[in-house]
């Protein structure tokens, strides 16, 4: 990696890191704004209301998610997708973190494990991404749009996008956290592609080329206004009805498939990853997932570590191999009203069993 490269590399992991930084905060201050606007009786976004317009805590949250997708999407520009799309896990990390002081959403043990699996998994990905094939122009990003394996790949997204918001959503998107979050995924591919292209214009356009005179350039735009758009309406109804600290996770998932799947059909990006480079890449996604499943599957069971020796005492108790003179009925070893428990009546138990085997 020449000095060139390497500075490139180091501007669009900085600027990942700030995004994910500006992104979780934009999931806090729109879930407030949209709570607020709950409490006064306006109707919620969920229902097809768009009160949240009117609330400077949303506007707050959506500046900040415009400052958190520039940086990305300069990000873009610097660093290959495969690196930059992984970081997004930094923004789950801020989101729960910032989701416990402020909402009141319980982060339990599970979902700090989760939270750290999700940073091992994003670094992991990182140290092992492939390297796309250089697009030093726009024209050759035209030549690649054009390749049959990804106009495949859009069609197939644009048709399972209409399906889900026009016969899915309306049915189930109230009811299952993976509809409306599945619209922003498929679309999210289609905008980072968007975002690509257009990082790579203006990077021509400040070499001095004439790029606004190309038409790609305004169709990647238009097509970016409008991803975006639907992005944000379906994001904004997913967090009006579901936990923050569901969407996020389960979102940024899907999201990172979505992009991963469209990058590699794009740039090309796996055919010359070594099998070491593919197994990480590939474990490191598995670690992120699995520290998702711990966010999402726990979050309602209340675990401290306070309370650890507890439930391994109650789990020693319910095991087939345990002693039987080891563990007393439940009754006898339950917390009181106050929260302790009770002393163990041990002193006349030898003679309560001698008295059973008379």
Same mark, same amino acid.
């Given at each position: 990696?020449?000095?060139?490269?390497?500075?490139?590399?180091?501007?669009?992991?900085?600027?990942?890191?700030?995004?994910?930084?500006?992104?979780?905060?934009?999931?806090?201050?729109? $879930? #407030?704004?949209?709570?607020?606007?709950?409490?006064?009786?306006? @109707?919620?976004?969920?229902?097809?209301?768009?009160?949240?317009?009117?609330?400077?805590?949303?506007? *707050?949250?959506?500046?900040?998610?415009?400052?958190?997708?520039?940086?990305?999407?300069?990000?873009?520009?610097? *660093?290959?997708?495969?690196?930059?799309?992984?970081?997004?896990?930094?923004?789950?990390?801020?989101?729960?973190?910032?989701?416990?002081?402020?909402?009141?959403?319980?982060?339990?043990?599970?979902? #700090?494990?989760?939270? &750290?699996?999700?940073? &091992?998994?994003?670094?992991? @990905?990182?140290?092992?991404?492939?390297?796309?094939?250089?697009?030093?122009?726009?024209?050759?990003?035209? !030549?690649?749009?054009?390749?049959?394996?990804?106009?495949?790949?859009?069609?197939?997204?644009?048709?399972?996008?209409?399906?889900?918001?026009?016969?899915?959503?309306?049915?189930?998107?109230?009811?299952?956290?993976?509809?409306?979050?599945?619209?922003?995924?498929?679309?999210?591919?289609?905008?980072?592609?968007?975002?690509?292209?257009?990082?790579?214009?203006? #990077?021509?356009?400040?070499?001095?080329?004439?790029?606004?005179?190309?038409?790609?350039?305004?169709?990647?735009?238009?097509?970016?206004?409008?991803?975006?758009?639907?992005?944000?309406?379906?994001?904004? $109804?997913?967090?009006?009805?579901?936990?923050?600290?569901?969407?996020?996770?389960?979102?940024?998932?899907?999201?990172?498939?979505?992009?991963?799947?469209?990058?590699?059909? &794009?740039?090309?990006?796996?055919?010359?990853?070594?099998?070491?480079?593919?197994?990480?890449?590939?474990?490191?996604?598995?670690?992120?997932?699995?520290?998702?499943?711990?966010?999402?599957?726990? #979050?309602?069971?209340?675990?401290?570590?306070?309370?650890?020796?507890?439930?391994?005492?109650?789990?020693?108790?319910?095991?087939?191999?345990?002693?039987?003179?080891?563990?007393?009925?439940?009754?006898?070893?339950?917390?009181?009203?106050?929260? $302790?428990?009770?002393?163990?009546?041990?002193?006349?138990?030898? !003679?309560?069993?001698?008295?059973?085997?008379?």
């Amino acid at each position: 990696m020449d000095s060139a490269t390497s500075l490139d590399f180091y501007i669009g992991l900085s600027l990942a890191v700030s995004s994910c930084i500006f992104i979780g905060g934009s999931f806090i201050l729109k $879930k #407030k704004g949209l709570l607020r606007l709950a409490s006064k009786g306006s @109707m919620r976004a969920g229902q097809g209301g768009y009160a949240y317009l009117k609330e400077w805590l949303w506007w *707050a949250g959506l500046i900040s998610m415009g400052a958190g997708e520039a940086a990305n999407f300069a990000a873009y520009a610097f *660093a290959p997708a495969t690196l930059v799309t992984p970081l997004g896990a930094l923004s789950v990390l801020v989101s729960a973190v910032l989701a416990s002081y402020f909402l009141d959403e319980r982060l339990n043990v599970h979902g #700090k494990i989760g939270c &750290l699996l999700c940073i &091992l998994g994003s670094t992991v @990905m990182v140290i092992h991404a492939p390297q796309e094939e250089e697009v030093a122009s726009l024209s050759a990003m035209a !030549d690649k749009l054009k390749d049959p394996g990804f106009i495949v790949f859009t069609v197939c997204i644009v048709a399972s996008s209409l399906v889900l918001m026009f016969f899915v959503a309306p049915r189930y998107g109230q009811k299952n956290v993976l509809v409306y979050i599945l619209i922003c995924s498929v679309i999210g591919a289609l905008s980072v592609s968007c975002v690509k292209g257009l990082g790579i214009g203006i #990077k021509e356009l400040f070499a001095g080329t004439t790029i606004l005179k190309e038409p790609l350039f305004w169709c990647l735009l238009v097509m970016l206004v409008i991803c975006i758009t639907i992005q944000i309406s379906y994001l904004n $109804k997913a967090l009006d009805i579901f936990n923050t600290s569901i969407v996020t996770p389960i979102y940024y998932v899907f999201f990172t498939i979505s992009v991963m799947a469209c990058s590699a059909i &794009l740039f090309k990006e796996w055919l010359r990853m070594t099998a070491d480079g593919a197994l990480g890449t590939i474990s490191g996604f598995l670690t992120i997932i699995l520290g998702i499943f711990l966010l999402h599957a726990f #979050k309602d069971i209340t675990f401290t570590w306070d309370s650890l020796p507890l439930y391994l005492r109650q789990a020693h108790q319910g095991s087939p191999w345990a002693p039987p003179y080891a563990p007393l009925p439940s009754h006898e070893s339950a917390p009181g009203d106050d929260g $302790k428990v009770p002393p163990r009546d041990t002193g006349n138990r030898v !003679d309560r069993e001698e008295k059973q085997w008379h």
